[in-house]
């Protein structure tokens, strides 16, 4: 490869038959002059909501600063220590009754990243602006999506879901306005044609006929792809070769999904379904698609919900049948204590999936994760009596960006939405107030 100052363009497609295809960050996109060694990367933003609080005393540790042991529940992030702060005493006030009586799941899911209390209506609905759709209107001016919206978890029916509060609180927990809910994607294929566009059918007799001859999108592309590589150098070969090998799995499993479906017997529907029936096999796909979101610049911010806010899924893949919201109402029973913690666990476990991938996905002058920050966590503390103060609430992100192996304990009260003051003012989109927000959270250098 000859090296000259010239360079592919950062928003690079590869294109065939009305198909197009981002690629990931190369060195090849920074002028040779400029180069330092690799290409320099954006920050992203994600915030990953785990339903129906935690077993508080399971997740957090004993004992303050960098010299933490990893609890039970929190055991599958012990390879992210150097990555990872734990934030103790956080609190969403309303997501507390203030007056409104029950209702603190609606609550919960409306308030985690708004901080500011839900009307209580089915139909007159307000909340208020999300950070991840603030920090959404400035990195939007640079990506194709100002943000995805995902989730694995089919949202509620019209009405009320809990205690007269509309669904749209329980289903979402991003805002585009105080009145404007952001729906979850749940369905893999959806976010797939999202990100790489298809003008297919949804006519069942269609989409069956589609799912029989269907070729990979790599396949449209494959006479750009070959004259592109005769352009690079070794080093962003492999990375184009990895990508693509990503894009064929993701394809292959959203196929197999689909052709899974279509053999059901089920009633019409505006899209078809072509979720796994698995939770572990469909997070994974929706964490996969995730990674390419980011590692294109397609966008750079993500809102993903495990589950719907007071979720009631069973997890038979870890041996428990009994609803997770049913199970959280323990009363202190020993043994419905051990489950919900089982599920927590397992919750964070699935997140440690995703963490690998964004460390194992090169970019630029490190991985992903090194360019990344993520909030895990929920607006409900203690869900058996459903407590909006002393939230789980933990930030993963490049060594860069924060100071981590750390756990860090707030006095009790302290508002969520300072963190958020702290996230948004790092990635570029600093804010001067937001929710009931008193200022940003001290201690946390390099955030």
């Keep these: 490869m000859i090296v000259t100052g010239k360079s592919l363009p950062r928003r690079a497609f590869l294109r065939g038959l009305g198909t197009t295809l981002a690629l990931?960050?190369?060195?090849?996109?920074?002028?040779?002059?400029?180069?330092?060694?690799?290409?320099?990367s954006p920050t992203r933003l994600g915030f990953i909501y785990h339903p129906v609080g935690m077993i508080m005393d399971k997740w957090t540790p004993a004992v303050e600063g960098a010299g933490f042991e990893f609890t039970p529940i929190m055991k599958a992030l012990e390879p992210f220590r150097r990555n990872l702060v734990v934030l103790t005493g956080l609190a969403q006030v309303n997501g507390r009754a203030l007056g409104d009586g029950p209702g603190d799941h609606a609550r919960e899911g409306a308030t985690w990243l708004t901080g500011v209390h839900p009307?209580?209506?089915?139909?007159?609905?307000?909340?208020?602006?999300?950070?991840?759709?603030?920090?959404?209107?400035?990195?939007?001016?640079q990506t194709q999506l100002a943000s995805l919206e995902i989730g694995l978890e089919s949202p509620?029916?019209?009405?009320?879901?809990?205690?007269?509060?509309?669904?749209?609180?329980?289903?979402?927990?991003?805002?585009?306005?105080?009145?404007?809910?952001?729906?979850?994607?749940t369905n893999p294929r959806a976010v797939?044609?999202?990100?790489?566009?298809?003008?297919?059918?949804?006519?069942?007799?269609?989409?069956?006929?589609?799912?029989?001859?269907?070729?990979?999108?790599?396949?449209?592309?494959?006479?750009s792809i070959d004259r592109l590589?005769?352009?690079?150098?070794?080093?962003?070969?492999?990375?184009?070769?990895?990508?693509?090998?990503?894009?064929?799995?993701?394809?292959?499993?959203?196929?197999?999904?689909?052709?899974?479906?279509?053999?059901?017997?089920?009633?019409?529907?505006?899209?078809?379904?072509?979720?796994?029936?698995?939770?572990?096999?469909?997070?994974r796909l929706m964490m996969d698609l995730q990674v390419i979101a980011y590692q294109t610049d397609m966008t750079r911010?993500?809102?993903?919900?495990?589950?719907?806010?007071?979720?009631?899924?069973?997890?038979?893949?870890?041996?428990?049948?009994?609803?997770?919201?049913?199970?959280?109402?323990?009363?202190?029973?020993?043994?419905?204590?051990?489950?919900?913690?089982?599920?927590?666990?397992?919750?964070?476990?699935?997140?440690?999936?995703?963490?690998?991938?964004?460390?194992?996905?090169?970019?630029?002058?490190?991985?992903?994760?090194?360019?990344?920050?993520?909030?895990?966590g929920s607006a409900l503390g203690d869900a058996n009596i459903h407590t909006h103060h002393d939230l789980p609430t933990a930030v993963i992100a490049g060594s860069s960006l924060i100071k981590g192996g750390r756990h860090l304990r707030y006095p009790k009260e302290t508002p969520l939405n300072n963190l958020f003051l702290n996230l948004l003012d790092k990635a570029g989109a600093p804010s001067e107030n937001f929710g009931d927000s008193t200022g940003k959270l001290p201690y946390l250098s390099g955030v």
């Design 24 to 40: 990931p960050l190369l060195d090849s996109m920074v002028p040779a002059f400029a180069a330092t060694g690799a290409a320099k």
């Design 119 to 141: 009307k209580r209506s089915e139909s007159n609905i307000g909340a208020g602006i999300s950070v991840d759709q603030i920090a959404a209107r400035e990195f939007g001016k």
């Design 156 to 185: 509620g029916l019209a009405g009320a879901c809990d205690q007269n509060y509309s669904c749209a609180y329980t289903n979402t927990v991003s805002w585009r306005t105080p009145t404007i809910p952001l729906p979850m994607e």
């Design 192 to 223: 797939f044609e999202r990100l790489f566009g298809d003008g297919e059918s949804t006519n069942p007799d269609a989409r069956r006929e589609m799912l029989r001859q269907q070729r990979s999108i790599l396949d449209y592309v494959a006479g």
């Design 229 to 283: 590589e005769t352009k690079l150098g070794a080093r962003d070969r492999g990375k184009l070769t990895e990508y693509l090998e990503a894009i064929r799995d993701i394809e292959r499993r959203i196929q197999k999904a689909e052709m899974q479906s279509a053999e059901l017997k089920l009633p019409a529907m505006e899209r078809p379904a072509a979720a796994p029936e698995a939770f572990e096999e469909h997070a």
């Design 301 to 376: 911010v993500i809102t993903f919900m495990l589950g719907r806010a007071g979720s009631n899924r069973s997890y038979r893949a870890i041996g428990i049948s009994d609803g997770h919201h049913t199970l959280s109402h323990h009363m202190n029973d020993p043994e419905k204590i051990e489950k919900v913690s089982k599920i927590d666990a397992h919750l964070v476990d699935t997140f440690a999936y995703y963490l690998n991938k964004l460390k194992s996905t090169p970019d630029g002058d490190g991985s992903l994760l090194d360019h990344t920050m993520i909030v895990y």
